[in-house]
Antibody, heavy 119, light 106 residues
Framework: EEVLVESGGGLVQPGGSLRLTCTASGFIFGKHVMNWIRQAPGKGLEWVSLIGSSGDYSYYADSMRGRFMISRDNSKNTLHLDMNSLRAEDTAVYYC????????????WGQGTLVTVSS | DIQMTQSPSSLSASVGDRVTISCRASQGIGSYLNWYQQKPGKAPKLLIYAATTLQSGIASRFSGDGSGTDFTLTISSLQPEDFATYYCQQGYSNLITFGQGTRLDI
């Protein structure tokens, strides 16, 4: 079974940092583009970042660029999101998501991990 | 960024109804349009990709249409399990954007 499991969420103070991890199993992780997508409480979906299958390229949403960094370790089947200078508006469930490159369709989702930015 | 606008924002319907949700892109995106269903407390599920292609395992009552800037998701005969929130998403640009969602209620 193909599974993505996120970890690392929690409560962090404004201005703080957090690292999210996604562990993949049941498929060849190193062959797929991976993404982080978030959803603030009661709000819609917001794409955060993507990284190429070998980690050779990455893209970020405007509001995250310079504060967030996506990375992957294909030898460990893990995806990471390093989040710095966190703001209250970064509070959300963060999903790890596998996409297909042709139409950027998000075909496999993790269960999500909640990040709460509050003092 | 490409803006995606869904209509309506919410919709009330009954089991057996035919329902259509619209999604408009702020610029042409060809067929780079995907649809998702999300139920409360759950991750979204891919329904349709490339505007019209049904994802494996998705019921045939779901269908997608459109190209360029205007797209639709149609549910031909609503079932109880279809009451959820639906999102469109463009994959044309590297800066991915979603519609704001359409909540489908009984």
């Amino acid at each position: 079974e193909e599974v993505l499991v996120e970890s690392g969420g929690g409560l962090v103070q404004p201005g703080g940092s957090l690292r999210l991890t996604c562990t993949a199993s049941g498929f060849i992780f190193g062959k797929h583009v991976m993404n982080w997508i978030r959803q603030a409480p009661g709000k819609g979906l917001e794409w955060v970042s993507l990284i190429g299958s070998s980690g050779d390229y990455s893209y970020y949403a405007d509001s995250m660029r310079g504060r967030f960094m996506i990375s992957r370790d294909n030898s460990k089947n893990t995806l990471h999101l390093d989040m710095n200078s966190l703001r209250a508006e970064d509070t959300a469930v963060y999903y790890c998501v596998r996409s297909q490159p042709q139409f950027a369709q998000y075909e496999l989702w993790g269960q999500g991990t909640l990040v709460t930015v509050s003092s | 960024d490409i803006q995606m606008t869904q209509s309506p924002s919410s919709l009330s319907a009954s089991v057996g109804d035919r329902v259509t949700i619209s999604c408009r892109a702020s610029q042409g995106i060809g067929s780079y349009l995907n649809w998702y269903q999300q139920k409360p407390g759950k991750a979204p599920k891919l329904l349709i990709y490339a505007a019209t292609t049904l994802q494996s395992g998705i019921a045939s009552r779901f269908s997608g249409d459109g190209s360029g800037t205007d797209f639709t998701l149609t549910i031909s005969s609503l079932q109880p399990e279809d009451f959820a929130t639906y999102y469109c998403q463009q994959g044309y640009s590297n800066l991915i954007t979603f519609g704001q969602g359409t909540r489908l209620d009984i």
